[in-house]
């Protein structure tokens, strides 16, 4: 039978020069030598780790999740043309003090430009404030918009939650945008960054439209005409379009003191003008997703993807129910 062989006890490592004083000590303090393949599964476990989290944060980062803090001084705040033209002393006041006192809770947006430089999507108000606290610093979610009509849209969702804007700032955007290229016309321009809002809401930012169209550059605080005095004034310069000149250079003339002066004037004006006379058409307008309203002398027709059997047969019965309700007023 072969002899079997023994096992030899574990060496233990011990430091040249240091084998006298580990004798007489005992061997205390002398490390075992760890087996290699620890060391190995050690060290691949860590950097394992290290790479999970660093693909966390690097998938947070370019998906605009990871919040940064960013020089002001590098933000470029006229990188999308403002929707909002004024602040409201009250409201950054307001804001202002809040920062003071709990700090920026919210982050901006912006976007990667070149060269260390971002361009602001959305937090305009914020970064005043910040600047009036002298702060250098902001809080900021870089994101990536794939087309210039995202980034609108994203500072325009923002500005409508937080502080709604008026129906000229609204058509001052969709306007600038149609100017410098993002849109191909208004209408379409209203359609994509306010797809969110109701048609008819739609309908009153496009007659603002031609409010700015005329009267921009001229007007001083546009940003307070009331709904209803500036869709009157819109309808009055499509029916008459030398009142909307005159009005345009009696204002640049004359420019009003404050937004109250200018509201009169403004009011004066429609009431010296003729009122204005029924169109016998007007351009297409998108009522509904998909659904486009040509109205013409006695009629009007409804066209688009939009247009089916569903639509008809609520028609139908929005026409039945008016009906009735006609009927119920006039026997009162």
Do not use: C
Not at 14 to 42: H, Q, Y
């Amino acid at each position: 039978m072969a002899k079997r062989k023994r096992l030899a006890p574990a060496q233990l490592e011990v430091p040249a020069g240091l084998e006298t004083k580990a004798f007489k000590d005992g061997w205390a303090g002398v490390r075992r030598s760890p087996p290699p393949i620890a060391d190995v599964a050690s060290q691949a476990a860590s950097q394992a780790a290290f790479e999970e989290v660093a693909g966390v944060l690097e998938t947070a980062r370019r998906e605009g999740r990871l919040v940064q803090a960013l020089p002001i001084a590098a933000i470029e705040v006229d990188h999308l043309v403002r929707d909002r033209l004024v602040l409201a002393d009250e409201d950054m006041d307001a804001l202002t003090q809040s920062l003071a006192a709990r700090g920026q809770q919210t982050p901006v947006e912006v976007v990667a430009l070149a060269e260390g430089r971002y361009g602001l999507i959305s937090g305009w108000r914020r970064i005043e404030a910040l600047r009036r606290l002298g702060q250098s610093d902001v809080l900021a979610m870089i994101r990536a918009p794939e087309t210039a009509s995202d980034a609108y849209v994203a500072m325009i969702e923002e500005n409508e939650i937080r502080a709604g804007l008026s129906f000229y700032e609204r058509a001052r955007l969709a306007a600038e945008a149609v100017r410098i290229g993002v849109y191909r016309n208004a209408g379409a321009a209203v359609a994509a960054l306010f797809a969110n809002a109701p048609a008819p809401k739609r309908s009153k930012i496009l007659k603002f439209v031609v409010l700015h169209r005329v009267l921009d550059g001229a007007l001083r605080f546009p940003a307070a005409i009331p709904e209803k005095l500036g869709l009157a004034l819109a309808s009055a310069i499509e029916a008459d379009a030398p009142m909307g000149n005159r009005l345009r250079d009696a204002l640049r003339k004359t420019p009003a003191s404050d937004a109250t002066e200018e509201r009169a004037r403004l009011e004066r004006a429609l009431k010296k003008g003729a009122a204005p006379a029924p169109r016998t058409s007007v351009d297409p307008i998108e009522i509904a997703p998909g659904v486009m309203l040509e109205q013409k002398q006695g009629r009007m027709v409804l066209r688009g993807r939009g247009v089916d059997d569903a639509l008809a047969a609520d028609l139908r019965a929005w026409f039945a129910a008016r009906s009735g309700n006609s009927d119920k007023k006039s026997e009162k």
